[in-house]
């Protein structure tokens, strides 16, 4: 593996990195917004089964936890209820 090559462990990072190279189907770096090698049908199903996973899980919660609020939020956000 390269040295300059990083791995994201950070879910908002890696799924917004997945919805772009759906979209492209293309491996894309989003510092330099380089477009690398296509992907194959493995790695597209893949990427499409994490962001299902992620909007399925977010809706669960979401339905489970209908009052809840960041805690950090910011000071223009109306606050249900």
Same mark, same amino acid.
């Given at each position: 593996?390269?040295?300059?090559?990083r791995?994201?462990? @950070?879910?908002?990072?890696?799924?917004?990195?997945? #919805?772009? =190279? &759906?979209?492209?189907?293309?491996?894309? @770096?989003?510092?330099?917004? =380089?477009?690398?090698?296509?992907?194959?049908?493995?790695? &597209?199903?893949?990427?499409?089964?994490?962001?299902?996973?992620? @909007?399925d899980? #977010?809706?669960k919660?979401?339905?489970?936890?209908?009052?809840?609020?960041?805690?950090? #939020?910011?000071? @223009? &956000?109306? &606050?249900?209820?």
């Amino acid at each position: 593996m390269a040295k300059n090559r990083r791995i994201s462990h @950070n879910p908002n990072y890696r799924g917004k990195k997945y #919805a772009v =190279e &759906l979209h492209e189907r293309h491996r894309v @770096n989003l510092r330099t917004g =380089e477009i690398g090698e296509k992907l194959t049908d493995t790695q &597209l199903a893949y990427r499409g089964g994490y962001e299902e996973a992620r @909007n399925d899980a #977010a809706a669960k919660f979401r339905k489970d936890h209908p009052d809840y609020v960041r805690k950090t #939020a910011g000071k @223009n &956000l109306v &606050l249900k209820g």
